[in-house]
């Protein structure tokens, strides 16, 4: 026997050390090679300044920080990416929420309903990019060549705040199959008593919709709201960087493609190591924000 | 202050029809009890007078007005579930205070009727918790009072006490009919439960695979079943039968009661009798005996189960209710009788009463 389980306890009691260490082995390592190493590396980096070379560096403290913080292009690509992630995360939630309250109430092909609904969630970022790439290129994309006749000049290689509108209508596309899942399955939790005790209370459909069902939504929401903001984050590297390599300009460059763009692209690996060491920090806080609030504020 | 009027009412899912025809008056005031098995449609019946589900056929009155095609907030009625269906994330004033917010009411009345409910029902203490933090009883009673604050003509109750424990459930009881007494308004209450039904109901209306086999008052329901179903549901426990029994065969000392004049052709019959309505005699005057499996003494009364053979080579389960404490021994015989006017006669095919 290798280990003992002593009668009438869930626990398991191992009688040597080496097991349990082996079981638990492959999560350790795939922790430690892909996110402790890479994770010390960046702070570490985040301290030196490499030659042009590359051949060398030196440590230089926190300057990478301070040169970032004064830098106003860094600070430009901060207010891009509040706009971007607002917008996506909203684009993904208010129709997801849409499409989940429709879904709950069909009752005829609701699988076929639902399977198409999840479908965008399978297509990977890059490949959701080069759709919608395709479908706005200015010169043979089918929407711009119909926003033509809506007197819409489409060209989001030139236009800013087109190629803003772009990668949010991609990015959110992709996002709003999850968000319909966990709306979906929040609605479904509800008991249909709650709604049917507020119909007869003499309550409209909007008015059940605003004060029982959207309040009793609220974990859900909350919970959606974090991840989605994360998405808009960091998932959406690929959709930028196929559709519009955070240009024109610098007009989509959010911070995640910044990190890329700066150190990969800028061989600025140093400033490189500083930003990904700040966005950390934010997801790190974001997820304190989420479980503290999750756990105190949005019970009933 | 209302009467609700069924007429012929049905309800078909697609083409599988679940409630077929169901009639019945029911005066101002009154407290019906709607009563049956799970699945006989009781709760499909309820709803359908309450405007959650859609009536297939037939004429829905409240006060004599036809409101099949109405809303429920349009019918003048207010509800309490089985599972009391309160709003989590309001407290029970809140909860109360819904339907009166939705009325548009001044808020001072809002608060005087949420005010007064709540003394009524013993939770002026309690109107600022959130449901979560109240007991079983406590929440039905913010259900009750939830219905009872918007002072609706109908009070509807769909099983309300079956998730309460069983010492909880008799004290509701009793505060549900004496609430509705106090309050007078019209009430129509869903229960399996037959002690339930039997306690509180003006009259009761017994369903039965979606037909309401009997509409009467509970004790005309008790002493003159209509069909062999009601007289096997109600009573506990409950009535012994004797099945396809010969006429011919019956011994001589056994009247029956005038059967109808159908009847009379008959060769066999079902007879039911009450296991209260037996009682002991000496061996010379019995109609049947019975042969003791176990006794159960519960104090006020004693519970004989065993075997009676009416017929020879007929036996049948049969139990005996006597008031007081006995003893007997397992396998002894004991002869019994009971009177003519005891004996309930039912068709043996479509169970219908036959005296």
């Known amino acids: 026997m290798l280990f003992a389980a002593i009668a009438m306890q869930k626990k398991v009691y191992f009688r040597g050390t080496w097991l349990p260490w082996l079981l638990v082995a492959p999560q350790l390592i795939i922790t430690g090679v892909f996110f402790m190493w890479p994770a010390v590396q960046a702070v570490m980096q985040s301290t030196q300044l490499p030659d042009p070379f590359g051949l060398s560096s030196q440590y230089v403290g ?85 926003l033509k006749f809506l007197g819409v000049k489409w060209n989001h290689v030139l236009d800013g705040d087109q190629a803003m509108l772009l990668v949010v209508l991609a990015a959110a596309w992709k996002q709003v199959s999850y968000n319909f899942l966990f709306f979906l399955a929040g609605l479904q939790a509800i008991p249909k008593s709650l709604i049917e005790a507020a119909t007869i209370d003499g309550a409209s459909p909007w008015h059940r919709f605003r004060t029982i069902t959207l309040p009793l939504l609220s974990p859900t929401t909350f919970f959606l709201l974090v991840v989605n903001i994360i998405y808009a984050f960091f998932d959406t590297f690929g959709v930028i960087h196929t559709i519009t390599l955070g240009g024109p300009e610098r007009d989509t460059s959010i911070l995640v493609y910044k990190v890329f763009a700066d150190g990969f692209v800028g061989q600025d690996l140093g400033s490189s190591a500083a930003q990904s060491v700040i966005l950390m920090v934010l997801v790190g806080a974001l997820t304190v924000v989420q479980f503290r609030y999750i756990e105190k504020k949005v019970h009933y | 202050m ?33 009563v049956g098995p799970s699945g006989c449609g009781k709760s499909t019946l309820l709803r359908m007078v309450a405007g959650l589900e859609e009536v297939t056929e037939g004429e829905l009155r409240i006060d004599g007005r036809r409101v099949n095609d109405e809303e429920p907030k349009d019918r003048d009625i207010a509800m309490v579930f089985q599972t009391y269906a309160l709003y989590p994330h309001m407290s029970v004033f809140d909860n109360m205070a819904y339907g009166l917010k939705i009325m548009r009411l001044p808020k001072a009345e809002i608060r005087s009727r949420v005010e007064e409910a709540a003394r009524m029902l013993s939770l002026s203490e309690l109107l600022d918790r959130k449901p979560k933090a109240l007991s079983g009883g406590q929440r039905q009673r913010v259900a009750m009072g939830r219905a009872i604050v ?17 010492l909880l459930r008799v004290q509701m009881r009793l505060e549900i009919k004496q609430l509705q007494r106090r309050l007078g308004v019209t009430s129509l209450y869903v229960t399996h439960d037959q002690v339930e039904a039997m306690t509180l109901a003006d009259r009761l209306i017994v369903m039965n695979g979606g037909v309401a086999d009997q509409v009467d008052e ?138």
């Not at chain 2, 769909?158 to 998730?163: M, Q, T, V, Y």
């Not at chain 2, 053979?309 to 007997?328: D, S």
Request: proline share 6%; aromatic share 10%; glycine share 6%.
């Open chain 2, 150 to 166: 918007r002072q609706p003509s109908v009070f509807l109750f769909d099983e309300p006490l079956s998730n309460l424990d069983a």
């Open chain 2, 218 to 355: 509970a004790m005309k329901v008790y002493e003159r079943p209509a069909t062999r179903f009601v007289a096997s549901f109600i009573g506990s426990p409950g009535m012994n039968f004797l099945n396809k029994v010969p006429i011919a065969s019956l011994p001589p000392n056994l009247d029956l009661p005038e059967l109808a004049e159908q009847a009379q052709a008959r060769q066999t019959i079902d007879l039911g009798i009450r296991p209260e309505n037996l009682a002991l005699c000496d061996p010379g005057e019995a109609q049947l005996t019975l042969r003791v499996l176990t006794v159960e003494t519960l104090g006020a009364d004693t519970l004989v189960h065993g075997h009676s053979e009416l017929v020879q080579g007929h036996p049948e389960p049969m139990a005996l209710r006597l008031v007081g404490t006995h003893r007997f021994e397992e396998n002894s015989t004991l002869p019994l009788k009971a009177d003519a006017s005891h004996w309930h006669v039912f068709d043996c095919e479509t169970g219908d009463r036959l005296n």
């Open chain 1, 62 to 146: 926190m300057e990478n920080f301070q040169f970032l913080l004064n830098d106003s292009t860094y600070l430009e690509s901060f207010a891009t990416t509040a706009l971007f992630s607002v917008s996506v995360t909203l684009m993904a939630m208010v129709p997801a929420l849409f499409f989940a309250v429709l879904a709950d109430s069909v009752i005829k092909g609701s699988g076929l309903y639902r399977t198409f609904l999840i479908w965008p969630y399978a297509v990977a970022p890059a490949i959701a990019g080069i759709v919608w790439l395709f479908m706005f290129n200015p010169s043979i994309g089918v929407a711009s060549y119909y």
């Open chain 2, 2 to 34: 209302a009467t609700i009027d069924l007429q012929n009412i049905r309800k078909s899912y697609g083409k599988n029809q679940v409630i077929h025809g169901v009639d019945a008056s029911i005066a101002d005031g009154e407290l019906i009890v709607i």
